[in-house]
T-cell receptor, first 114, second 111 residues
Framework: NAGVTQTPKFQVLKTGQSMTLQCAQD?????MYWYRQDPGMGLRLIYY???????DKGEVPNGYNVSRLNKREFSLRLESAAPSQTSVYFC?????????????FGDGTRLSIL | KNQVEQSPQSLIILEGKNCTLQ??????????LRWYKQDTGRGPVSLTI?????NTKSNGRYTATLDADTKQSSLHITASQLSDSASYIC??????????FGKGTKLSVIP
């Protein structure tokens, strides 16, 4: 989806390995989000950043860390991957944290942990 | 606990036919309700956003309705096309960052 770029698109890890999922936007939006999507479940918020320099926990933050490097980039780190973290991860952006504007999503990173 | 329930879970319709997807929610306080379309292997894309005071909102062949009293919403698709095959996700916002996502309805449009 235009405006939000996620890398990598696919990744396979072994249990205990670490990795960082990258998200970059070119829409100059303040708010950025990380979600996970699992079969049979709705998207769940992991972490979000209302503006550059701030981050907050969402619904399922355990096992993850985030960095809002600058206004464009918001990364998600798995320090010690577990099979339960196998999922599709989506980054999203929104113009303002309190606005009725829609979120724009990237196309996801498909992560498998063996 | 905030919840969003969608029905049906899946739906198959013939190309050219109409269909209606349902969304019931128990999210409080209510801020807005969104419908997203998610193609296979892609991220969700916003179709409509409705606030408390809006009953109906259209986006081309997609029309969403909202009844805030009964906490129900529907998404009506007119004259379906093969490209409408996707999952449709209902999302209700309670506060600025707090979104509750439904599990989605998977729609298949067949020729």
């Amino acid at each position: 989806n235009a405006g939000v770029t996620q890398t990598p698109k696919f990744q396979v890890l072994k249990t205990g390995q670490s990795m960082t999922l990258q998200c970059a936007q070119d829409m100059n939006h303040n708010s950025m989000y990380w979600y996970r999507q699992d079969p049979g479940m709705g998207l769940r918020l992991i972490y979000y950043s209302a503006s550059e320099g701030t981050t907050d926990k969402g619904e399922v933050p355990n096992g993850y860390n985030v960095s809002r490097l600058n206004k464009r980039e918001f990364s998600l780190r798995l320090e010690s991957a577990a099979p339960s973290q196998t999922s599709v991860y989506f980054c999203a952006i929104r113009q303002g944290a309190g606005s009725n504007q829609p979120q724009h999503f990237g196309d996801g990173t498909r992560l498998s942990i063996l | 606990k905030n919840q969003v329930e969608q029905s049906p879970q899946s739906l198959i319709i013939l190309e050219g036919k109409n269909c209606t997807l349902q969304c019931n929610y128990t999210v409080s306080p209510f801020s807005n309700l969104r419908w997203y379309k998610q193609d296979t292997g892609r991220g969700p894309v916003s179709l409509t956003i409705m606030t408390f005071s809006e009953n109906t909102k259209s986006n081309g062949r997609y029309t969403a309705t909202l009844d805030a009293d009964t906490k129900q919403s529907s998404l009506h698709i007119t004259a379906s096309q093969l490209s409408d095959s996707a999952s449709y996700i209902c999302v209700v916002s309670a506060r600025s960052y707090q979104l509750t996502f439904g599990k989605g309805t998977k729609l298949s449009v067949i020729p």
